[in-house]
């Protein structure tokens, strides 16, 4: 009864699917014959023309596919049109040129993603016997001849449709009409029944369908984004992709590793040309790709080692290409497939990206754990970081396979092929790089994914398993920057391949493609390099990366013993990489202490000529002065002296470098004062013009950079507090106790008590920098000369810069500083304000002094007040002594203490109970020197 039943039931499916199909069939009938186009176009349905239908159509011109190369990269919205009206090709309201559209004849399309050769066919049409014997007709499925001829009487009906739309005949009429749901409800109604999920290989007959169908989709939206919305109102792209992905999966039944057949290749290239020309400027599409499904699809298609993978044409011959007649034909077409697909998920990604900017509030870092929820199931970044893990990583890795290989043959290639497959090569690197990069930037999950260790899959076998080649996704990206060099055929050594002469002004063209060539590999390593930094930046790899079994320390140590002159990307990327992981004290002290790391780098440094390694040394050597035990240790390496000349003018191009420097020479005169020292002394420069004090106020006098600017003056600020510091201290030897007398002398100037008191003046936004600024203030201020120093400069109103309260912004990049800005209670103090407004740089430093006394600011604790307080109190002390820079600076004294006044009243009177003492003593010192 049950077997009885399941027959009727699968009879009445298949019966509904024969209807079904015939409705549609009879429908694109009706509509061609609207439209008044003939049921034959010319081409047999095998995909072979006869001589005279050949002549034919090439008169009218032949189409054109083009995708995106390294020297067309701006172009990123070319399509596809035939060679009679690319003269006067319509274009976007961009100006970019159209996709070609898909032609389906050899004499009407192209292959090539690069070089455009009207001989080559575009879809080429495999021999009738290797193209019929490559899918056996299954008992089961592919037996009902009525259901074949349903498929090939709508092949035989579309085709002559595709053809028209490819000169721009009815385009319009057409995508009016109901030929668009038709051709997405036969894909629908394929992938409804049991053939498309079964494990059984589809036959010709579903193949020739999907192909043509995917042609007219593909060339209605040439130049039309009105039938493009049509086509993603009726979900046409996300259709395809769930055909692709039925084939797929098919595919994966096998466990071969041989390229796929001609015609899967020929249905995969059809359908990536209709996505591509769908999606084309069409932010609605683009966003309905946005999905796991599609982009995951989209990712397989792009990394499958059965389709193409780059530089798969430069390996020793496999014994499955070896015995393949058509490889060659196959890794053309692979390499369209694939160029093609990576095209439209940076396309996707882009977009996405551009969207996502504008809606900063939406971070995709900070998920996780579990599946993707709807806020990261449309974010592409996390959907390729979570689910295309491998098959970002995949096309980099016969890069790294081919390095050191001599033995065995390669597939014998021309020079034209040679030069159209490189140029596919180039894209895929540039695309697949620049996700890389971005989602190792932006994606905790890529981060720590790249880290954990691969497991062996000993069932898999072929080119691209990255589980049985190397240890993990890093140890991946780590060996394409240090073993991959520039393959000699990006650089058009085409007479090399061939043994031919070249003619001098086919030397120049090679040439000037060479260069740009050379570029686009450099960059696509930069952003690979980059990845490493970023990864070995996340704080949950740093234990991992640093003490586990994949010996990350000693790989980078490696790479910063390399020939800075041949390799500074090495050296570079494993500085930045090392400073990443010197972010705990412990991690600090031991590369310092364990690895011994600091002599090394101090020896380098001294050397550094290159800007990038020089920055990569000096990012490692201040993260790791952090620890108070590095400090000292670095500092006798005479790096204080090796760095003076990154402050020098001819730097001021480079902030990245002396943001860096004016860092390392914070840290190491934080309570250090044999440092603090070595900075202010000059007896080893050959003038004292070229010490590190002076080339330090030189630069912040001279940058416009603000965060430089501050950072630069907390190194005085540091310096200051290490040498007063330590005067007060006891038990010092009488000659370090008189080097550091001689170095403070050198530090009581006046342009160094100015750099202070402004820092002070138009740090508003960060209240602990202006904390800081009165500490030093007041230390220096604690002599007289220096009381009347830091009173003149107190008083000064500078020249404001007309942007300085748009710099100030970005000191937000200071992690220390951000971190130690607090805001108070506005219940503590009701004198305090309660606004979360900075107020705006007043017009001297004394100024500020003053909010600071008056409690303006609820950022700012008691503490704060306090230390003005002992600023006011320190000053009016100090001039009391012997030493005086004479009536100015006395009268400077006073008139500080006259302005302060009111303040310091208020403060008495309102202030917090914290204050209140201080505020009484400062009253009291203003007093008696208004007395004076």
């Given at each position: 009864m049950r077997t009885t039943s399941g027959a009727s039931s699968s009879a009445s499916g298949s019966g509904r699917l024969k209807a079904d199909l015939t409705r549609i069939v009879r429908q694109v009938h009706k509509t061609a014959s609207d439209h008044n186009i003939g049921s034959d176009s010319g081409v047999s349905f095998s995909g072979e023309a006869s001589s005279s239908s050949q002549k034919a159509r090439q008169g009218t011109g032949s189409s054109i596919a083009s995708t995106i190369t390294p020297e067309s990269a701006p172009d990123r919205a070319s399509t596809v049109t035939d060679d009679r009206s690319t003269k006067n090709a319509p274009t976007l309201s961009t100006g970019l040129p159209m996709l070609p559209q898909l032609g389906a004849d050899d004499s009407d399309v192209v292959d090539s993603p690069a070089q455009l050769r009207p001989s080559e066919a575009f879809f080429p049409s495999a021999p009738e016997s290797s193209s019929r014997s490559s899918f056996s007709l299954s008992p089961s499925s592919s037996q009902d001849f009525e259901l074949n001829d349903l498929w090939d009487a709508l092949s035989r009906q579309l085709k002559p449709i595709a053809d028209v739309l490819r000169t721009g005949r009815h385009r319009e009429d057409l995508g009016a009409s109901r030929l668009p749901a038709d051709c997405v409800s036969a894909l629908q109604l394929w992938l409804c029944t049991d053939s498309a999920t079964s494990k059984q290989q589809p036959n010709n007959h579903v193949l020739e369908a999907a192909i043509e169908i995917f042609r007219v989709l593909a060339n209605l939206c040439i130049d039309h984004d009105a039938n493009r919305t049509v086509l993603d109102a009726a979900k046409a792209a996300p259709t395809i992709l769930a055909a692709v992905s039925a084939i797929l999966r098919k595919q994966d039944q096998s466990r071969s590793s041989a390229l796929f057949s001609v015609k899967i290749l020929t249905f995969l290239r059809a359908a990536m040309g209709a996505v591509l020309n769908m999606q084309l400027e069409h932010i609605a599409t683009r966003l309905s790709l946005a999905t796991v499904d599609c982009i995951t699809t989209l990712a397989s298609v792009a990394s499958c080692p059965r389709i193409y993978l780059p530089h798969l044409w430069a390996m020793p011959r496999s014994v499955e290409i070896e015995n393949d007649a058509d490889a060659l034909n196959k890794l053309k077409m692979g390499a369209t497939v694939t160029s093609w697909a990576w095209r439209i998920i940076q396309e996707i990604f882009d977009d996405a990206k551009e969207e996502k900017e504008g809606q900063p509030d939406t971070p995709s870092d900070e998920m996780h754990d579990g599946d993707l929820d709807d806020a990261s199931s449309r974010d592409v970044r996390s959907i390729l970081a979570r689910r295309c893990f491998t098959d970002l990583l995949r096309p980099l890795s016969l890069y790294v396979a081919s390095e050191g290989q001599t033995t065995g043959h390669r597939i014998e290639i021309d020079a034209d092929d040679v030069e159209d497959l490189v140029d596919s090569?180039?894209?895929?690197?540039?695309?697949?790089?620049?996700?890389?990069?971005?989602?190792?930037?932006?994606?905790?999950?890529?981060?720590?994914?790249?880290?954990?260790?691969?497991?062996?899959?000993?069932?898999?076998?072929?080119?691209?398993?990255?589980?049985?080649?190397?240890?993990?996704?890093?140890?991946?990206?780590?060996?394409?920057?240090?073993?991959?060099?520039?393959?000699?055929?990006?650089?058009?050594?085409?007479?090399?391949?061939?043994?031919?002469?070249?003619?001098?002004?086919?030397?120049?063209?090679?040439?000037?493609?060479?260069?740009?060539?050379?570029?686009?590999?450099?960059?696509?390593?930069?952003?690979?390099?980059?990845?490493?930094?970023?990864?070995?930046?996340?704080?949950?790899?740093?234990?991992?990366?640093?003490?586990?079994?994949?010996?990350?320390?000693?790989?980078?140590?490696?790479?910063?013993?390399?020939?800075?002159?041949?390799?500074?990307?090495?050296?570079?990327?494993?500085?930045?990489?090392?400073?990443?992981?010197?972010?705990?004290?412990?991690?600090?002290?031991?590369?310092?202490?364990?690895?011994?790391?600091?002599?090394?780098?101090?020896?380098?440094?001294?050397?550094?000529?290159?800007?990038?390694?020089?920055?990569?040394?000096?990012?490692?050597?201040?993260?790791?002065?952090?620890?108070?035990?590095?400090?000292?240790?670095?500092?006798?390496?005479?790096?204080?002296?090796?760095?003076?000349?990154?402050?020098?003018?001819?730097?001021?191009?480079?902030?990245?470098?002396?943001?860096?420097?004016?860092?390392?020479?914070?840290?190491?005169?934080?309570?250090?004062?044999?440092?603090?020292?070595?900075?202010?002394?000059?007896?080893?420069?050959?003038?004292?013009?070229?010490?590190?004090?002076?080339?330090?106020?030189?630069?912040?006098?001279?940058?416009?950079?603000?965060?430089?600017?501050?950072?630069?003056?907390?190194?005085?600020?540091?310096?200051?507090?290490?040498?007063?510091?330590?005067?007060?201290?006891?038990?010092?030897?009488?000659?370090?106790?008189?080097?550091?007398?001689?170095?403070?002398?050198?530090?009581?100037?006046?342009?160094?008590?100015?750099?202070?008191?402004?820092?002070?003046?138009?740090?508003?936004?960060?209240?602990?920098?202006?904390?800081?600024?009165?500490?030093?203030?007041?230390?220096?201020?604690?002599?007289?000369?220096?009381?009347?120093?830091?009173?003149?400069?107190?008083?000064?109103?500078?020249?404001?810069?007309?942007?300085?309260?748009?710099?100030?912004?970005?000191?937000?990049?200071?992690?220390?500083?951000?971190?130690?800005?607090?805001?108070?209670?506005?219940?503590?103090?009701?004198?305090?304000?309660?606004?979360?407004?900075?107020?705006?740089?007043?017009?001297?430093?004394?100024?500020?002094?003053?909010?600071?006394?008056?409690?303006?600011?609820?950022?700012?604790?008691?503490?704060?007040?306090?230390?003005?307080?002992?600023?006011?109190?320190?000053?009016?002390?100090?001039?009391?002594?012997?030493?005086?820079?004479?009536?100015?600076?006395?009268?400077?004294?006073a008139r500080v203490a006259a302005k302060t006044r009111p303040a310091l009243q208020q403060l008495k009177e309102h202030g917090p109970t914290e204050a209140l003492a201080a505020a009484a003593d400062a009253l009291e010192a203003v007093s008696q020197a208004a007395n004076i």
């Open positions: 090569d180039a894209e895929i690197m540039q695309a697949v790089a620049t996700l890389i990069e971005s989602c190792a930037a932006e994606e905790a999950d890529f981060r720590q994914r790249a880290v954990a260790r691969f497991v062996a899959q000993q069932d898999r076998s072929g080119h691209g398993q990255l589980e049985n080649q190397f240890q993990s996704g890093l140890d991946v990206l780590m060996s394409f920057v240090e073993t991959v060099e520039l393959p000699r055929e990006w650089v058009r050594d085409f007479s090399a391949l061939d043994g031919s002469t070249q003619t001098s002004s086919n030397a120049d063209e090679d040439a000037q493609a060479a260069e740009e060539m050379r570029k686009a590999f450099a960059q696509a390593k930069a952003l690979v390099a980059g990845a490493v930094v970023t990864i070995s930046g996340d704080d949950d790899n740093m234990v991992e990366l640093f003490s586990g079994p994949l010996h990350f320390i000693d790989r980078l140590k490696a790479w910063a013993r390399y020939d800075p002159k041949k390799r500074d990307d090495l050296v570079s990327c494993g500085m930045l990489a090392l400073g990443n992981l010197a972010r705990s004290d412990a991690h600090c002290l031991s590369l310092v202490q364990e690895h011994g790391l600091a002599p090394f780098l101090a020896s380098l440094l001294a050397q550094a000529d290159d800007i990038k390694v020089a920055h990569g040394l000096v990012s490692l050597l201040k993260n790791l002065s952090i620890p108070a035990p590095n400090k000292a240790v670095i500092g006798q390496l005479d790096v204080i002296d090796a760095v003076t000349r990154f402050m020098n003018k001819d730097k001021d191009m480079v902030q990245p470098l002396q943001f860096a420097t004016v860092g390392l020479l914070k840290h190491l005169c934080a309570g250090v004062t044999e440092n603090a020292v070595r900075l202010v002394d000059d007896a080893s420069s050959s003038s004292s013009s070229s010490s590190a004090l002076n080339a330090l106020i030189d630069m912040i006098r001279r940058i416009d950079d603000m965060p430089t600017k501050m950072e630069a003056t907390r190194v005085l600020v540091n310096v200051v507090k290490s040498l007063w510091t330590s005067a007060r201290s006891s038990g010092s030897q009488a000659s370090s106790e008189q080097a550091n007398l001689a170095a403070r002398q050198k530090v009581v100037r006046r342009d160094v008590i100015q750099a202070i008191a402004e820092m002070v003046r138009t740090s508003p936004k960060y209240p602990v920098l202006v904390n800081e600024g009165i500490i030093a203030l007041t230390l220096v201020g604690s002599e007289r000369m220096g009381a009347e120093l830091v009173s003149l400069s107190l008083l000064s109103e500078p020249t404001k810069a007309v942007a300085e309260d748009d710099e100030n912004e970005e000191m937000g990049s200071d992690n220390e500083t951000g971190a130690a800005v607090t805001r108070r209670r506005s219940t503590v103090d009701s004198s305090a304000s309660t606004s979360s407004h900075p107020l705006p740089p007043p017009d001297c430093a004394l100024d500020m002094v003053n909010l600071v006394l008056a409690r303006r600011d609820a950022r700012m604790p008691p503490q704060f007040a306090c230390n003005a307080c002992a600023l006011v109190l320190s000053l009016c002390h100090a001039n009391q002594g012997a030493s005086s820079t004479g009536a100015v600076g006395q009268d400077a004294v």
